[in-house]
């Protein structure tokens, strides 16, 4: 008897589900049912076919996650599936393995060093990606209503990974330039190759064009106006720009609320974890700061605690700089921290108010969102292209609501804190 797999297992080719029993079998999972189940729901997950992978035996239960990769041709080419993957595998086989000598040889503290999932396994080869990660739900970590803004609490864990996660970045890159250097040519910058894209330039106007109408007061209409169809030349503008900057860090990328699980004991938060990294690249660390305060948080909390996260962050930055040698006052200090908030906020208002769009869509739209994608790729004219974004973003007058608070929080907060 072999592995027998049952449950969810569409949209997993044999070569994925190949990888998958090998990576069970080396565990000792050999002569036994396993079980696959779907993770989410439509809306949750967009750039990949999330499954959990359960597997027993006499000594017990193994549970692990799946991000499979879509063999769609037309989906992989319009979510640039081939670098997203290519991203996060270099990052789960290389980065984050680096990163653990580099705790090691300070000798650190668990609770001093960066929380990550355990990859189990990692199948590379287009178009049969796949990336076996820790279940993290089995250690008590859960995610978030992406509905319902994150708690000033749940905010400063995640800065204080970021704090983590940049300290190494910037450890590396002083002690071991060459190494630093292979990591962030080898991962894809895929913000500065969508102006090759006229069906994404059409998607952003149409964001940028519904945020315009949906929002109230002359003033938010006029920022909103070309920050989204202007996100992508800045992107390519700004990449330029920091591209072996003295400042610059290999990023996490996309720290919205799904790709941010944490654990509570009780009602009090212990711990936060970021689980993607598939936009992962050289950037500035303010891009991290930026895309989970605002697109995290509501105005509200905003108000009360900003600049609180922003002297919490660089301490913790400071702090763990200190742990291998450097400190934040050189690799980067804080009045360089405030400046480039203000150099980044155009094209970050942009970026926060397309990830507002995708954080409060309902799953029927996001259902159908994740099926236009698959379609946008596909050689139709701009009437047929126009139709299609006109589809998949019609939203019902709850969506409406939560999207316009949404947003015009957003640019409330860049108003009030001088970064418009």
Not at 134 to 154: I, K, W, Y
Request: hydrophobic residues 40%; aromatic residues 10%.
């Amino acid at each position: 008897m072999v592995l027998q797999f049952e449950g969810a297992v569409n949209n997993i080719s044999e070569a994925q589900l190949a990888f998958i029993r090998e990576v069970l079998e080396k565990r000792g999972y050999k002569d036994t049912k396993v079980t696959i189940e779907a993770v989410g729901k439509a809306g949750d997950n967009y750039l990949a076919n999330v499954k959990r992978v359960i597997a027993k035996n006499e000594h017990g239960e193994f549970r692990m996650i799946a991000k499979i990769a879509s063999q769609h041709e037309e989906l992989r080419t319009s979510a640039a599936l081939l670098q997203l993957f290519r991203n996060e595998h270099i990052f789960y086989t290389s980065v984050l393995p680096k990163y653990q000598q580099f705790e090691e040889q300070a000798d650190l503290h668990k609770n001093d060093r960066l929380k990550f999932a355990e990859c189990y396994g990692s199948l590379s080869e287009p178009p049969h990606e796949v990336i076996l990660l820790e279940d993290m739900q089995v250690a008590g970590f859960n995610m978030m209503d992406r509905f319902t803004p994150l708690s000033h609490e749940c905010i400063r864990s995640v800065l204080k990974n970021f704090a983590i996660l940049h300290s190494l970045s910037f450890a590396l890159k002083y002690k071991e330039p060459e190494t630093f250097n292979e990591y962030k040519n080898n991962l894809v910058d895929t913000w500065t190759k969508m102006d090759q894209r006229p069906d994404l330039t059409a998607y952003f106007s149409h964001v940028e064009n519904t945020a315009v109408m949906t929002v109230d007061g002359e003033d938010r209409k006029r920022y909103l106006k070309e920050c989204v169809s202007q996100a992508i030349p800045l992107a390519s503008k700004i990449s330029k720009e920091d591209k072996g900057a003295k400042h610059s860090v290999i990023q996490q990328g996309d720290s919205w609320t799904n790709n941010i699980l944490f654990k509570f004991n009780g009602d009090s938060l212990e711990q936060s974890v970021m689980i993607d990294y598939q936009l992962s690249r050289e950037n500035n660390p303010t891009y991290d700061l930026m895309y989970m305060i605002f697109g995290c948080s509501d105005h509200e909390t905003r108000v009360k605690y900003f600049n609180d996260w922003l002297d919490y962050y660089h301490s913790e930055l400071d702090k763990r700089l200190h742990d291998f040698g450097l400190k934040a006052n050189y690799v980067y200090p804080r009045d360089r921290l405030d400046a480039d908030l203000k150099r980044y906020a155009k094209f970050m208002l942009g970026i926060i108010v397309m990830v507002a769009t995708i954080s409060v869509m309902n799953p029927a739209n996001a259902a159908k969102m994740k099926d236009s994608m698959e379609r946008f790729a596909e050689p139709i004219d701009d009437e047929a292209n126009e139709a299609l974004l006109k589809e998949s973003m019609t939203f019902d007058d709850n969506f409406i609501q939560m999207f316009r608070k949404r947003v015009e929080g957003i640019v409330d907060s860049f108003m009030m804190f001088g970064l418009v």
